[in-house]
């Protein structure tokens, strides 16, 4: 899901081209979600920058658009799920006495956490409390990552996180699992910069007693000096294609091989061909570099 804090990425809009040949391929269901928590940042412009994004790009969504602002009532009941059942609970602690737990971690060799004081104390409501997830403190946690394979996390190194905060608003893991939940989500495809979050979000699943969706981590695009995609690598944004007059129909082309390959070297494919192909078997463990050459090649041979 997008967040609406600016224009539709390249990466973002292969990440999303990923799900849709899924889906299509499958002959299942894409779900397009806003995730517009960050009130400060999110704009009506971003929105409808991105709607525009996925239409020119022919990336229809068979339900939705979810926005997360609209759903607060539906997270409210999660939230008091997870407090009933124990596995989350109230916490007071200030903002500098976590700060201090942190530090003493670190000095101790660990990594810097909160410390679960309030973990047993049964607190109630207040105007300053946070809610905070009950981690485990044995044990691992293991992704099953259709791309990368197995991770194991060890759980006592996942403290005790917030899943809202004091003044009400989710947090960004705790909303995208009943997010997941409530709209039956069974396959996740999204950036390898979400890979942290993934065990704290199983761990949620887990304590709602919900299915777990299968996970698929991409690498991020980079730019032919591998660092990350810019404007200065060439088109960084869907936005930008279109208004240099390029083919949508070449620019998926070009998407998809950004970290898929259908095995066969062939190159240049119609949005039917994409489809009847693509595999998450076949979606890369290493990060793609855009090339714009290649990219200028696949648009001629479409024109």
Known sequence: PPSP??????????????????ARHMNGWFVLRIEDTDTRRSTQASVDAIFDALQWLNIDWDEGPYFQTQRFDIYKEYL??????????????????????????????????????????????????????????TGTTVVE??????????????????ICRSDGTPTYNFVVV???????INTIIRGDDHVMNTPKQLLLYRALQAPLPTFGHVPMVLGSDRSRLS????????????????????????LALLGW?????????????????????????????????????????HM
């Open 178 to 184: 009943v997010d997941d939940i409530t709209m039956n």
């Open 261 to 301: 390959s259908p095995g066969t070297g062939q190159e240049v494919f119609t949005i039917g061909e994409l489809v009847k192909k693509f595999s998450l078997k076949r979606l890369n463990k290493t990060a793609a570099v855009f090339d714009p050459e290649k990219c200028r090649h696949i648009n001629a041979e």
């Open 80 to 137: 008091n799920k997870l407090i009933d059942s124990d596995h989350a609970y109230y916490c007071t602690c200030s903002p500098d006495q976590i700060d201090v737990m942190r530090q003493q971690a670190m000095a101790s060799g660990q990594k810097p956490r909160y410390d679960g004081s309030c973990r047993e104390k049964g607190l109630k409501k207040t105007d300053d409390a946070v809610i905070r997830f009950k981690s485990p403190i």
């Open 5 to 22: 804090t600016g224009y539709l990425h390249v990466g973002g809009a292969r990440t999303a081209l990923f799900n849709w040949l899924y």
């Open 145 to 162: 990552d259709v791309i990368k394979g197995n991770i194991v996390f060890q759980n006592d190194e996942l403290d005790d996180f917030v």
């Open 231 to 254: 404007k200065r690598h060439g088109a960084a944004s869907v936005e930008e294609f279109r208004d240099g007059h390029w083919l949508s129909e070449a620019v998926v082309n070009y």
